[in-house]
């Protein structure tokens, strides 16, 4: 299959900010290809090769993108790299520069998809000496043989910043659509959701239909998509949405994992897909030690311990994310896990069962001691035992708790967020009791002492229905001189020349960003607004919603990807159940 037919698939999917002809578009280009092609050009879609937890990177920064284009089109770098800086975007460059030089066609070959994914996996794997210099000239030789639009998308592809608005939920609905139909989308989601693997999902369902589908299960080794909490105002709501009991578990400050213990070994992956396996190797020495079975998939969560036993807070932890110097920082940060769930366990799917099922199975599988443990649970069933068990789980130096459904229905839904399970944490005032998790989209230049630098950012929640990244405030405040002068190192990588069309907003900032970079949020409360597009139209026409008084907490959230950021619905559902909606004050508070 010719490259250049998927360039201008692409081509039509950026020209587009409506989710539903984004939709259409790839559901018509799906019916028209070979099911072999389906799983690679899915993996394209999203500027990958593999899914995210093959942990395949094809790890080229701009400067060596600007050094392809360069050597290909026989500029300078400098120029180059000049012209990164003015247009925000290798792929714009290598299209215009390409087009200037159609003299480069005549001795080009075809580029095929086979070539493409043979390359960039040849860029993925290169290592050692010289690597950066073949990694250049594999870009480049794929660049030598493309037309401008197909130079456009390698250069995106190979820094992983596609620019279409594509999500994977855009993908699905594609998938439905092109090969069976839309009340088969929730079971398509639901295969995604428990392998993580869209390229997967879309091979199987070209290949075998709905009766594929209906046979993927969870499986070692694939990742399951986590199970996310709503959140709630007060332990007595919590208790009167679980039916007046539930099962609270302490909520650790750590990094949360999930770890795929097999005969072959242990692999540990964030919830963002990450393999973390090289930062915790004595958890997953420990978790291998210490299973009684032949395999399990479990949840925890990774706390860093003191000398004296006691938990330490998220940012010690983030210490063992680093790619070097592991064996200082196993001694010099020990950690242990708490062990929440239980989704595998000897060859069997166990999401379906009972939380208090799954609870009494975890506790059976391992050997606790040491390094491993259970999160300390308890039964509740009236607001006094829930108040005491919360400022038991503070004094332990824990965020909060976690209030779980032990119901029929308490089953492990993965990729969801829902009232099964219900966080309530500490850091709460007396409007708005938790933080945000928002990404990034914009930034403001900023005056007097912050000048010449980003003074305020322009901060989104995710929309989940839509895919669309929608404004909840502007963010000027909880930055320090040292964090500023970060953040270009940072958000510069995901520079946009224009409005990225995953970006629903009104305001317009000095420059745009994809949605990318995830910081923890605070403020005083949630209120109307006209300028801020979450939730548009809760109070009329021309109203949304907006996070006043925002502050970051100094935390930067490398644990989330922005598709794992707040969500629109759980801000809408924290304004409604506000003591006293207020009103939208003043615009330069947001």
């Known amino acids: 299959m010719k490259f250049s037919a998927i360039a201008e698939v692409f081509d039509k999917l950026e020209s587009t900010a409506s989710r539903l002809e984004m939709t259409s578009i790839l559901a018509e280009f799906f019916k028209t290809l070979e099911p072999e092609d389906i799983k690679p050009i899915i993996y394209l879609t999203q500027g990958k090769i593999a899914p995210d937890f093959a942990g395949v990177e094809l790890g080229m920064a701009d400067r060596l993108v600007a050094k392809a284009i360069a050597f290909t089109v026989g500029e300078t770098e400098s120029s180059i790299s000049e012209m990164m ?61 493309s037309d401008p639009v197909e130079a456009r998308y390698l250069c995106r592809i190979v820094t992983g ?173 020990p950690v242990n896990i708490f062990m929440f769930d239980i989704l595998y366990l000897n060859g069997k799917d166990l999401t379906t069962l009972p939380y208090t099922e799954r609870r009494k199975l975890l506790s059976d599988s391992f050997s606790i001691s040491g390094k491993i443990g259970l999160t300390t649970m308890m039964l509740v069933s009236g607001p006094e035992e829930a108040e005491t068990f919360f400022e038991d789980a503070l004094r332990a130096r824990c965020e909060g708790i976690m209030a779980k459904s032990i119901g029929r229905e308490s089953v492990y839904r993965a990729g969801s967020r829902g009232f099964l399970w219900i966080k309530y944490k500490k850091d709460y005032s007396t409007n708005l009791m938790d933080s945000f998790d928002l990404v990034v989209v914009g930034a403001f230049y900023g005056m007097g002492k912050r000048a010449g630098k980003y003074g305020a950012l322009l901060m989104a929640a995710f929309n989940h ?6 404004t909840v405030c502007k963010l000027g405040t909880g930055f320090d001189d040292a964090f500023l002068d970060e953040l270009p190192e940072m958000l510069d990588p995901y520079k946009s020349e224009k409005r990225p069309l995953s970006v629903d907003s009104k305001m317009v900032p000095d420059v745009w960003f994809e949605p990318t970079l995830v910081l923890e949020v605070t403020g005083a409360e949630i209120s ?62 947001l």
């Open 85 to 145: 800086i003015k247009l925000g975007d290798p792929g714009t460059v290598a299209e215009k520069l390409i087009a200037d030089k159609k003299q480069m066609t005549l001795f080009s070959e075809t580029l095929t998809l086979g070539r493409v994914i043979s390359s960039l996996t040849a860029i993925a794997q290169t290592e050692g000496r010289d690597s950066q210099g073949r990694k250049m000239k594999y870009l480049s030789n794929m660049l030598h043989d």
């Open 528 to 589: 109307v607004s006209p300028i801020h597009t979450a939730a548009s139209g809760i109070e009329g026409e021309d109203s949304g919603i907006a996070i006043r008084f925002p502050r970051f907490t100094g935390r930067v959230r490398n644990d989330r990807g922005p598709d794992q950021a707040t969500t629109v619905e759980e801000i809408e559902e924290m304004y409604r159940l506000q003591p006293g909606k207020s009103e939208f004050g003043d615009a330069k508070d």
């Open 465 to 470: 229905d839509t895919g669309m990244y929608s």
């Open 161 to 333: 910043r596609m620019r279409t608005g594509v999500a994977a939920m855009t993908v699905l609905d594609a998938l439905a659509l092109s090969f069976a139909d839309k009340d088969a989308r929730p079971e398509i989601e639901r295969a995604y959701n428990v392998t993580s693997d869209l390229g997967l999902v879309g091979a199987t369902l070209a290949g075998h239909g709905m009766a594929g589908i209906s046979k993927i299960r969870v499986k070692l080794g694939n990742p399951i998509r986590v199970m996310l909490a709503e959140r709630l105002p007060s332990l007595a709501h919590i208790l009167e949405k679980m039916g007046g009991e539930c099962a609270m578990e302490y909520k650790y400050d750590g990094i949360r994992v999930q770890a795929h213990i097999g005969p072959d070994g242990v692999k540990l992956y964030s919830r963002r897909l990450e393999d973390l396996t090289s930062n915790f190797p004595d958890i997953a020495e420990s978790l291998k030690s210490r299973l009684n079975g032949k395999d399990a998939i479990i949840e925890g969560e990774c706390v860093a311990i003191d000398k004296e036993g006691k938990m330490m807070p998220f940012q010690t932890v983030t210490h063992r994310r680093r790619k070097h110097g592991m064996d200082d920082a196993v001694n010099d940060y």
